[in-house]
């Protein structure tokens, strides 16, 4: 029997909705102060989680706040001066995690989005956004998915930056139209 989109979209978008009424508010608004408070927001991922951090870095940007990939060829130092937001579920991935530690060493603020709080990571982390969902790991406290993989969590990752952005947006009342400045124009 075939599967209908209906059915399946719906699937998906329950899960959405599910997880993001699941993230902890006050960890979002101490990862905005963290971004408002610093002057280049650095970002590192893997994979789809890339992906992900990529499309929030540009959103970011729209706002008139610099971010850099970590890894393109244009990227800056980093300084004390600045934020690293680190995507991983696990909070084990050893590209992320060997960035994090070193952005600690050059005295930078890290934020680590991912779904497990009691990650390696946290030993360089100054802000932690929890997304609970299940990851590798299949920790006990996860919302699960039937979707592939951690699907869930990338796809969650890149509704929380349009959420943080909009956040930001009304915070500071800034003119919708106005964004448009930022937008790129060689295109």
């Known amino acids: 029997m075939k599967q209908s989109f209906d059915s399946t979209q719906q ?36 994979g789809r989680v890339l992906l992900s951090l990529e499309a929030i870095a540009k959103r970011l940007a729209h706002l008139g706040i610099q ?47 991912g779904a497990n709080p009691e990650s390696p990571l946290s030993e360089f982390t100054d802000v932690f956004v929890r997304i609970p969902v299940q990851t590798k790991l299949y920790l006990p406290d996860e919302i699960p998915s039937q979707q592939i993989m951690t699907s869930l969590f990338e796809q969650s990752l ?23 400045q930022y937008h790129a124009n060689l295109e």
Not at 95 to 107: D, T, V
Not at 158 to 179: E, Y
């Open 11 to 46: 699937i998906v978008v329950d899960e959405l909705k599910n997880t993001m009424n699941s993230i902890d508010e006050l960890q979002v608004e101490s990862l905005i102060t963290a971004i408002n408070n610093t002057e280049k927001v650095f970002f590192v991922g893997v």
């Open 158 to 180: 890149l509704l929380l930056g349009d959420t943080i952005a909009l956040m930001m947006v009304k915070d500071q009342n800034i003119d919708l139209k106005s964004l448009w």
């Open 67 to 113: 971010t850099v990939i970590v890894g393109e060829i244009t990227e800056p130092a980093i300084t004390e001066k600045d934020l690293l937001i680190v995507g991983s579920g696990s909070g084990k991935t050893m590209f992320p995690l060997g960035i994090a530690k070193k952005a600690k060493q050059f005295g930078a603020k890290v934020a680590h989005i």
